[in-house]
């Protein structure tokens, strides 16, 4: 049997948010959840340096969601160098699994397109006194 195809979801974006690919088997209610609650999860994951969640510095490029509800997320670094990439890394995989109905997830660590300021939310630009 042939997977079911994956579906992007298309909406108004912030530049702190990422691209959202659903398995086409999931429905629309249980991605809005899913959403939801990989959002809260990314938030509680901080970049050590700077005194702000991951989500909001829009360090998460993108979420894949399978029909299994496996997550792969891409995510990046604010600087390539950074000296704690493997455990952010983990701590997302960690937050990512503790989603309801989340079988795991896999975090993929890349560098382009390269992060830059403008992938922040207002709110991290508010936290950090960068407007």
Do not use: H
């Not at 360090?59 to 950074?82: H, N, W």
């Amino acid at each position: 049997m042939a997977a079911a195809p994956m579906d992007i979801e298309v909406e108004e974006r912030q530049p702190n948010a990422p691209q959202w690919i659903f398995d086409g088997s999931i429905p629309q209610p249980e991605r809005a959840r899913l959403m939801d609650d990989s959002v809260a999860a990314f938030k509680t994951v901080f970049d050590p340096e700077i005194p702000c969640d991951i989500y909001e510095l829009g360090l998460i490029y993108r979420v894949e969601i399978d029909a299994d509800k496996f997550f792969k997320v891409a995510m990046t670094l604010t600087a390539p160098g950074c000296p704690v990439a493997g455990e952010l890394a983990q701590q997302v995989e960690s937050a990512i699994g503790a989603v309801g109905g989340a079988l795991g997830a896999s975090v993929d660590v890349v560098f382009d397109p390269p992060w830059d300021q403008s992938r922040m939310s207002d709110e991290a630009r508010v936290a950090l006194d960068m407007f």
